[in-house]
């Protein structure tokens, strides 16, 4: 199984600041990664796939990057609706998710 | 716009079956393209992958589930079901039905782009 590790486990952010998230696989998953946004309550909603691909609707401040094993998840300018759980996860090889980021106001 | 509706019993007794079905309305469940799958979700923690099943009844376990889980599929109902077995306090969590999208033949389906609400499922005697 490919396990997925996100740091940190809790980011402080201001609003309008940037926040970057981290995810590592535990081994190569080419650019085989999506992101996830949670918020309380609801269910995750697509953010990035391909690694570096936004999906449909998603505003342009958010921005994936990487391939391999590392991987970032940076939110340009964060705005009051951004704050929330982030999750990653490869479909490489089978499925599996990162712990989750959460992402709360400083 | 597609929507995927999660029903069920929100109790299930220790050692019994866990019984869900996903309605998959605004579109349809036999489209070539893609997966149906399930995640849960234990209350507080992360996202767990159950399992994947296409149309035509190709299935795909989580390998640590593997002995507990069934998926399968009712196309004419635009459904798919999960039965877990055996279910312990451990199988507490919300369960949602997801699209699985697929952008290549070489892997069954990718990320999951629409999602359910979820729904609560508790054992408990």
């Known amino acids: 199984e490919i396990v997925m590790t996100q740091s940190p486990a809790t980011l402080s952010v201001s609003p309008g600041e940037r926040a970057t998230l981290s995810c590592r696989a535990s081994?190569?998953?080419?650019?085989?990664l999506a992101w996830y946004q949670q918020k309380p309550g609801q269910a995750p909603r697509l953010l990035i796939y391909?690694?570096?691909t936004r999906a449909t609707g998603i505003p342009a401040r958010f921005s994936g990057s990487g391939s391999g094993t590392e991987f970032t998840l940076t939110i340009s300018s964060l705005q009051s609706e951004d704050f929330a759980v982030y999750y990653c996860q490869q479909y490489n090889n089978w499925w599996t998710f990162g712990q989750g980021t959460k992402v709360e106001i400083k | 716009q597609l929507q995927l509706q999660e029903s069920g019993p929100g109790l299930v007794k220790p050692s019994e079956t866990l019984s869900l079905t996903c309605t998959v309305s605004?579109?349809?469940?036999?489209?070539?393209?893609?997966?149906w799958g399930w995640i849960r979700q234990p209350p507080g923690k992360g996202l767990e992958w159950i399992g994947s099943?296409?149309?035509?009844?190709?299935?795909y376990y989580n390998p640590s589930l593997k002995s507990r889980v069934t998926i399968s599929v009712d196309t004419s109902k635009n459904q798919f079901s999960l039965k877990l077995s055996s279910v312990t306090a451990a199988d507490t969590a919300v369960y949602y039905c997801a699209r699985l999208t697929q952008t290549t033949t070489y892997r069954p389906g990718d990320y999951f782009d629409y999602w359910g609400q979820g729904t609560l499922v508790t054992v408990s005697s």
């Open positions: 605004g579109g349809s469940i036999s489209s070539s393209s893609y997966y």
């Open positions: 081994q190569s998953v080419s650019s085989n």
């Open positions: 391909g690694a570096s």
């Open positions: 099943i296409y149309y035509s009844g190709s299935t």
